[in-house]
């Protein structure tokens, strides 16, 4: 029993001068190539076999005969481990290099694609880690095209809008100060009209400024439905006789939600004004109000004679407008944008889909948790 311990203690102590010996080495190195981490790896295993024999056989535990014997098998264990090991290295570096390569190709600008071939399975985790950011990326990049297209357009569209008043009021402005305006009472009823309209659109830009900075302040009450679709339509009505528009609302259910008044009283206005100023003389525009799976829906339907698809996904877009026409009646293209920064600042989603004759825009509110007076339950039937 003594002769083992004796042999296990200096058997140790030689393994552990080689593995301490390897330790450092895979320190020295460890900014090197794999290959090589693997090849130390292989030959400090080897190598701690072969010390605690020669310190065994030191110690003369062993004959010369079976030193050698041992010798030659850690020998040829060696040989066989380095080449595994430097078989292993080239195959992992060279995957290591493919995966690099097909990175840098996304990091570019373009798509990533994983190199073909068998891999490991922490590369393979890393190559569906890398093409999961590769998407992202991409919907990212389409989606910061989007917006810079949509910039653009808006301040090409708001200078125009701003320049066309701007040039009348001028003209009307200087034809009061020559004396020579023919109606000048109508000159100023007219010179009010555009004003106004130019405080609309600076309104609206600061709107939606507010909602792009995340500034919005929201002051959310309980407030009914059927309270705030009952004004948005008191306050539309003027604006549908003028086009010869019906105003439909008796599908509105008394269902409390908790949001800010004044925002979405200005989301249905933007929507019924949106509405009744596309749908045609003698049209229709219907509001709905009723509770859903996923929350309340509010919704407007009017009848445009729809959308085209390829423009669905633009419509809530800033500066979208559905037509090239810059006629004075249109807004700057801002009101739908408003619309959906301030349903999504309430928690909630703005959607449009076409139905018979027109086009129906809804939006969706969380429902409002239903709230007990002490001492009661609610018991489901």
């Known amino acids: 029993m003594r002769d083992m311990l004796l042999i296990a203690l200096f058997a140790f102590l030689g393994a552990a001068a ?17 290959t090589a981490s693997l090849a130390v ?21 062993l004959s010369p005969h079976d030193l050698s014997v041992v010798t030659t098998v850690v020998a040829m264990a060696a040989v066989v481990s380095l080449v595994t090991a430097l078989l292993l290295g080239r195959w992992v570096v060279a995957r290591s290099r493919a995966l690099t390569l097909a990175a840098r190709s996304f990091g570019d600008g373009g798509a990533f694609a994983a190199p073909d071939g068998p891999a490991t399975a922490e590369l393979a985790a890393l190559s569906r880690e890398l093409q999961a950011t590769s998407a992202k990326l991409a919907e990212s990049r389409d989606r910061e095209r989007a917006l810079e297209t949509s910039r653009r ?50 309104g609206d830009l600061f709107e939606l400024s507010r909602i792009h900075a ?47 008044g004044k925002e979405m009283s200005r989301v249905l206005g933007n929507l019924l004004v949106n509405a009744i100023r596309r749908t045609p003389a003698d049209g229709t525009v219907a509001v709905a109000a009723e509770r859903s799976p996923e929350g309340v829906v509010l919704s407007v ?10 423009d669905l996904s633009r419509v809530f877009d800033t500066g979208w407008r559905g037509t090239h026409a810059r006629t004075p009646p249109a807004g700057a293209g801002l009101g739908l944008a408003i619309v959906r920064g301030i349903v999504e600042a309430h928690q909630g989603r703005a959607a449009v889909r076409n139905v018979t004759g027109g086009c129906r825009f809804e939006v969706t509110l969380p429902t409002v948790p239903m709230t007990l007076p002490a001492g009661e339950v609610a018991v489901e039937t």
């Open 18 to 34: 080689a593995g301490l010996l390897g330790a450092v080495t895979l320190w020295l190195i460890r900014r090197r190539s794999l």
């Open 41 to 61: 790896v292989a030959a400090v295993a080897v190598t701690a076999m072969l010390a605690g024999t020669l310190v065994v056989a030191w110690a003369m535990f």
């Open 153 to 202: 357009e808006l301040v090409a569209w708001i200078s125009h809008d701003l320049r066309t008043p701007l040039a009348g009021l001028r003209a009307m402005s200087e034809a009061l100060e020559d004396g020579v305006a023919a109606d000048p009472d109508r000159y100023l009823r007219q010179i009010r009209t555009e004003v106004e309209r130019l405080n609309d659109m600076v």
């Open 214 to 260: 995340g500034t919005l302040a929201l002051t959310p009450s309980r407030i009914s439905l059927y309270d705030l679709v009952g004004d948005a339509l008191a306050g539309a009505d003027p604006l549908a006789r003028e086009h010869g528009v019906r105003l439909v609302g008796d599908r509105i259910e008394p269902v409390p939600v908790e949001v800010d």
């Open 301 to 310: 339907t009017d009848g445009c004679g729809g959308i085209p698809e390829e």
